[in-house]
T-cell receptor
Framework: EAQVTQNPRYLITVTGKKLTVTCSQN?????MSWYRQDPGLGLRQIYY???????DKGDVPEGYKVSRKEKRNFPLILESPSPNQTSLYFC??????????FGNGTRLTVT | AQSVTQPDIHITVSEGASLELRCNYS??????LFWYVQSPGQGLQLLLK??????LVQGIKGFEAEFKRSQSSFNLRKPSVHWSDAAEYFC??????????????FGQGTTLQVKP
């Protein structure tokens, strides 16, 4: 089954403790991205990757890092999480002229 | 500036009634338009998309949307709403994938509540 898999689904952490949210897709898609969803703001792009070893900032990249060492994986790294990064995070992938396929989301709480 | 506006934050309709969710966009190039639905605790599922051609597009679950370039709109419709349609709906706009970020710009979302 074609899917985008994120882990974990829920995560509670404390300010400053580094964390990684994993994302993997099995569709051989070139394009992957991370979004955060906040009430009243919709989804905003954090980072995106057009292919292996090619990443770039989206609209709200501050406080986040990503890497794309393999085509299928695109982890999101929070080196020093802060409470304003409490949000619902979605990973997505796509290929040329195909819509974004989304994962089921990771709900992160930073206290 | 590129943007998507969904004027209705919350809509309540009776089961069996018709539905229209509004979406207006501002985009400098030829837009690719999408509607996604998000059920509680779930990811976003694509309902339908418009890339080119016929401006009335059919999607899954009985939804359709009409692209009106002159009005910069892409409203979502359904003739008869079912209780299972209660969810949050997002309109999104993007550009050509090739040579582009492939980024989608999302509206703020419209929450649909269905009354029995």
């Amino acid at each position: 089954e074609a899917q985008v898999t994120q882990n974990p689904r829920y995560l509670i952490t404390v300010t400053g403790k580094k964390l990684t949210v994993t994302c993997s897709q099995n569709m051989n898609h070139e394009y992957m991205s991370w979004y955060r969803q906040d009430p009243g703001l919709g989804l905003r792009q954090i980072y995106y990757s057009m292919n292996v070893e090619v990443t770039d900032k989206g609209d709200v990249p501050e406080g986040y890092k990503v890497s794309r060492k393999e085509k299928r994986n695109f982890p999101l790294i929070l080196e020093s999480p802060s409470p304003n990064q409490t949000s619902l995070y979605f990973c997505a992938s796509s290929s040329n002229n195909s819509p974004l396929h989304f994962g089921n989301g990771t709900r992160l709480t930073v206290t | 500036a590129q943007s998507v506006t969904q004027p209705d934050i919350h809509i309540t309709v009776s089961e069996g009634a018709s539905l229209e969710l509004r979406c207006n966009y501002s985009y400098g190039a030829t837009p690719y338009l999408f509607w996604y639905v998000q059920s509680p605790g779930q990811g976003l599922q694509l309902l339908l998309k418009y890339f080119s051609g016929d401006t009335l597009v059919q999607g899954i679950k009985g939804f359709e949307a009409e692209f009106k370039r002159s009005q910069s709109s892409f409203n979502l419709r359904k003739p008869s709403v079912h209780w299972s349609d209660a969810a949050e709906y997002f309109c999104a706009v993007g550009g050509a994938w090739l040579g582009n970020t492939g980024k989608l710009i999302f509206g703020q979302g419209t929450t649909l509540q269905v009354k029995p």
